[in-house]
Nanobody, 123 residues
Framework: VQLQAFGGGLVQAGGSLRLSCACS????????MGWFRQAPGKEREFVAAISWSGGSTYYAESVKGRFTISRDNAKNTVYLQMNSLKPEDTAVYFCAADRAGWASSGLQAYDYWGQGTQVTVSS
């Protein structure tokens, strides 16, 4: 199983970015998928998750109403649409896959991790 995240970049505060994460070598439609982020000097934290079917989603309070997670099982891809970005959203963003299929917020629930993509929000 390989996860590849892309779509990060530099954006001004208030702007938008869309992250994508493609899964290869996996039965993607069975996996729950999550996004996490890690800022310099901080622990990795939960951002958003989506269940195998897309029927359940879960967000961190800090991003609720601004970020949207979605998935396309036909393309083996999960997305994170990030709007109204703030400087405190600056971090490396990681996607992760959970074989159990749930929309989980805990790092320990995830079996596979991508390499991360940098998001930088300037003020």
């Amino acid at each position: 199983v390989q996860l590849q995240a892309f779509g990060g970049g530099l954006v001004q505060a208030g702007g938008s970015l869309r992250l994508s994460c493609a899964c290869s070598g996996c039965t993607f439609s069975n996996f729950g998928m999550g996004w996490f982020r890690q800022a310099p000097g901080k622990e990795r934290e939960f951002v958003a998750a989506i269940s195998w079917s897309g029927g359940s989603t879960y967000y961190a309070e800090s991003v609720k109403g601004r970020f949207t997670i979605s998935r396309d099982n036909a393309k083996n891809t999960v997305y994170l649409q990030m709007n109204s970005l703030k400087p405190e959203d600056t971090a490396v963003y990681f996607c992760a896959a959970d074989r159990a299929g749930w929309a989980s917020s805990g790092l320990q629930a995830y079996d596979y991790w991508g390499q991360g993509t940098q998001v930088t929000v300037s003020s």
